[in-house]
């Protein structure tokens, strides 16, 4: 069960052919509806797990479904982490410091502007108060990620989403949710119709979306496609949210022995490469410390992933966390995009 990309036949088979299995993959839009499903044992028969990082560490671990990983075997992960990425390493270790996981894309996932239209020093100063301004109303896109919008919309509502929402805050949340859902254009799970929209000018932004998502228009020589971080917000100072996707063993009885060879074969430093040009998209990777992965990033492609901002928009970042009302604040958002499915329907 993975994040888009990781199914891909030029990940799969080489493993497959490599060890004569056949790999079966389902891909998720949701951190949480993933985890519950695998804590409610809907999912028994999966093997590897490529999800968000809090989900692996303050979830699934604490359930006892993720297997410790033998470091010694993983020693090549934590020598191949770029210094970019050392701050989200702890994400891969349990609280007893046990590995539980490999890291690999990451990155700043929050607003992609057309800077035809929106400048990027407005856009990083006004962040996410650019949905709340009646100017851009039907002037923006909202991808349909809800984990994120979850963050995106507390930050627009100038709530931290990791802290505990009292009801006066939860009310706020609902509030924005419902006018960002009715002031947005168009509300899709595919970042590649909403890029096709900014460039066409159709949008002049889009929430929840970043580097993986933008990458794929800036590869086609559109470099007015920028992944947007805040200045600053809500979140002790902060106004925007990384991601880590970790791949990790579910611990059962009956799993395949394959699987913590898959997450080895992972980090060698042609899959690694594989995963961060994955699906038509461009992506940091935590293995950029391995200059083999590295120097296979042409200079155009280092563009295309604003490498020489990342450094500098990730301090600006929160980890992605799990917000302790996070159940409550989905339900509400569920609720507005369903007013807006019904109001179409009329």
């Not at 809907?42 to 303050?58: E, M, T």
């Not at 931290?160 to 002031?183: G, K």
């Not at 590869?219 to 990384?242: F, M, S």
Request: charged share 20%; hydrophobic share 40%.
């Amino acid at each position: 069960m993975c994040w888009e990309g990781y199914e891909s036949p030029h990940i799969k088979v080489p493993f497959e052919q490599r060890h004569q299995i056949k790999i079966d993959a389902k891909t998720l839009l949701s951190d949480q509806l993933a985890a519950a499903s695998l804590i409610s044992d809907k999912n028994l028969d999966i093997d590897v797990i490529n999800i968000n990082n809090a989900y692996v560490k303050d979830s699934l671990n604490l359930h006892g479904l993720i297997k410790t990983l033998n470091k010694d075997r993983f020693e090549n992960y934590v020598q191949s982490i770029h210094p970019t990425y050392s701050s989200l390493l702890p994400w891969s270790f349990n609280h007893n410091d046990e590995l539980i996981g490999i890291g690999q894309r990451f990155g700043p996932f929050n607003l992609v502007v057309n800077t035809h239209s929106i400048s990027v020093s407005v856009a990083r100063d006004q962040g996410f108060n650019l949905a709340n301004d009646p100017a851009y109303s039907k002037r923006f896109g909202f991808l349909d990620y809800p984990d994120f919008n979850i963050f995106h919309i507390c930050i627009g509502a100038e709530l931290n989403p990791f802290s505990e929402l009292d009801q006066t805050q939860i009310e706020a949340f609902d509030r924005t949710a419902n006018d960002w859902c009715q002031r947005a254009q168009m509300i899709t799970s595919d970042h590649h119709v909403l890029n096709a929209a900014l460039i066409s000018g159709e949008i002049d932004f889009y929430i929840s979306g970043g580097i993986y998502t933008a990458s794929p228009a800036r590869l086609a020589g559109y470099d007015n496609i920028t992944a947007i971080v805040p200045e600053q917000g809500p979140i002790n100072g902060k106004g925007g949210i990384v991601f880590s996707e970790i791949t990790s063993v579910i611990d059962r009885i009956d799993g395949s022995q394959q699987a913590e060879s898959f997450l080895a074969y992972l980090l060698e430093p042609e899959t690694a490469v594989r995963t961060a040009f994955t699906k038509g998209t461009c992506n940091p990777i935590a293995q950029m410390g391995d200059p083999r992965v590295f120097n296979a990033f042409s200079k155009a492609q280092l563009k295309a992933i604003q490498w020489d901002d990342l450094e500098t928009d990730l301090d600006r970042c929160s980890h992605y966390q799990i917000p302790p009302n996070n159940l409550q604040l989905l339900g509400l958002l569920s609720e507005a995009k369903r007013r807006v499915s019904l109001g179409a329907q009329r």
